[in-house]
């Protein structure tokens, strides 16, 4: 894999520096623990699995409120029994990483689907992800279980997010059937728009390393990439109702998604 992208960075003037396994760096979530604890945070939210169940009793005896994410019931049920206290289901359509960290196959279960089985199979409340952009498709969640909603592509374009032109411009305009699951930039499922370094990652029919080293291995990529505003070569995370996104400042993104919400009816 480092053999093509140095070729693949040199053919399109990106940089690549190649590494020894040593150089590569992990992180656990372990680390990042005190830090949450030192800073006295009251939600920790967290996706690609369960915490550690030391990590979580320290938690909890503080009064956190632990958030997990969930692509099946399955993977709804381990983070209940974990002692997770919302979890957050995440459909299919959603932009981004898939949370899920279950099954050797990929959950493909859509929000419409998933959100009634979790919110039947779990005692905690259950937020809904994937396609929330409207009154709409709030009232839809509310309807299937959900107690809140989290969306995620529709803030992309927002003034405030620190998304590149290119990559903005590519969600508002793109189309429900642009976007495909990827494994091509980080070597974990992720949607995104399709583009050029997708399509030629693909093509090369190499075998894509796990997560912690292909991450690491295009990170300089797409930190170029970004800066650069080369939406062909950069990550463009978004879920599948992209293109109902709209630029604008992010309070008027928010103003307009719940307008016309009638919460005591929800
Ligand atoms: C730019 C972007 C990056 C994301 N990164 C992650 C991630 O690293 N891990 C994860 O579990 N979900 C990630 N997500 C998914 C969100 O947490 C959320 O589930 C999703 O955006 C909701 O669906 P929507 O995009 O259709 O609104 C990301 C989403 C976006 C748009």
């Known amino acids: 894999m480092q053999d093509y992208l140095e070729k693949y ?3 399109h003037a990106l940089p690549f520096t190649k590494r020894t396994a040593g150089e590569f760096r992990f992180y656990s979530h372990r680390d990042q623990a005190d830090l949450l604890l030192e800073e006295d945070v009251r939600i ?9 169940a030391d990590v979580i009793q320290r938690l909890k005896q503080r009064g956190v409120i ?18 997770v206290d919302v ?8 932009g981004g990483h898939r949370g899920s960290f279950l099954q050797p196959d990929l959950p493909q279960v859509g929000l419409f689907a998933l959100l009634p089985q979790v919110a039947d199979a779990v005692d905690v409340p259950v937020i809904a992800a994937g396609g929330i952009v409207d009154g709409r498709t709030i009232r839809a969640a509310f309807q299937l279980g959900a107690s809140g909603v989290q969306p995620g592509t529709l803030f992309v374009p927002s003034a405030e997010s620190l998304a590149n032109e290119g990559y903005k411009d590519a969600v508002v ?4 059937t642009d976007t495909q699951l990827t494994r091509a930039f980080s070597g974990r499922w992720a949607r995104g728009i399709r583009n050029q370094f997708m399509r030629d990652m693909e093509a090369s ?29 950069l990550s463009l995370w978004a879920g599948q109702h992209a293109g109902k996104a709209r630029k604008g400042g992010a309070a008027e993104i928010f103003r307009n998604l719940i307008a016309g919400i009638d919460f005591d009816a929800l």
């Open 9 to 11: 960075a040199k053919e």
């Open 44 to 52: 920790v939210s967290f996706t690609f699995g369960v915490l550690a």
């Open 66 to 83: 632990l958030m997990g994410t969930a692509t099946s019931v399955a993977e709804a049920g381990v983070l209940v029994d974990a002692g």
């Open 87 to 94: 979890v957050v289901a995440q459909g299919y359509e959603a």
């Open 173 to 176: 305009s793109a189309r429900d």
């Open 205 to 233: 029919g190499l075998e894509i390393p796990e997560y912690n080293v292909h991450n690491s291995l295009t990170a300089g990529l797409r930190a170029h990439a970004r800066s650069n505003d080369r939406p062909e070569v």
